[in-house]
């Protein structure tokens, strides 16, 4: 199974639409993931506009 990355808030998907912000705008061509636990302790979170639990794709083309 690959999984698509929304390229709005790149938030890691299974399916076609992202449930975060509701886009349908994915990629399956994306590297690296880091997964937020507590986006409000998070430089990375921060840095990516992060501000929910997750899973995100750090480069999505
Ligand atoms: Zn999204």
Redesign the pocket.
């Known amino acids: 199974m690959t999984e698509s990355a ?1 390229r ?2 790149h ?1 890691i998907i299974d399916g076609q639409i ?1 449930p ?2 509701g ?1 349908n705008s994915t990629s399956k061509n994306w590297t690296g993931y880091v997964i937020i636990i507590d986006p409000k302790k998070s430089e990375i979170g921060k840095k990516m506009n992060i501000d929910l639990v997750g899973k995100y794709a750090i480069k999505v083309r």
């Open positions: 929304c709005e808030c938030n992202c975060k912000c886009s």
